[in-house]
């Protein structure tokens, strides 16, 4: 891993078409611009964690009965239609 400093304004270069700016620096959080070819992705790390997360649930059989089981018993609409006033359960 490469560990670097930069300033607000100074960018840096990844190979020949990815560029990386510190455009602002506040309170502990550092915005960045990037500069990349549109076939290039670029994910923030959470994002990609979900995506792999969401794939391997994906691959997992569940019977749909332990799906709607994880909803909770949810009461269907027609039963109560909620006037003005009415308070959410």
Partial sequence: ?????????????????????????????????ISAPPEVSILRSELLDAKAANRDSAVEEAAPSELLGLLGEMPPSSK???????LLP
């Avoid at 891993?1 to 550092?30: A, D, F, H």
């Avoid at 109560?80 to 009415?86: R, V």
């Fill in 1 to 33: 891993m490469l560990i670097l400093q930069r300033k607000p304004g100074e960018s840096l270069v990844i190979g020949e078409n990815i560029s990386v700016s510190v455009v602002s620096i506040e309170g502990g959080r550092v915005r960045l611009a």
């Fill in 80 to 86: 109560h239609n909620p006037k003005k006033g009415d």
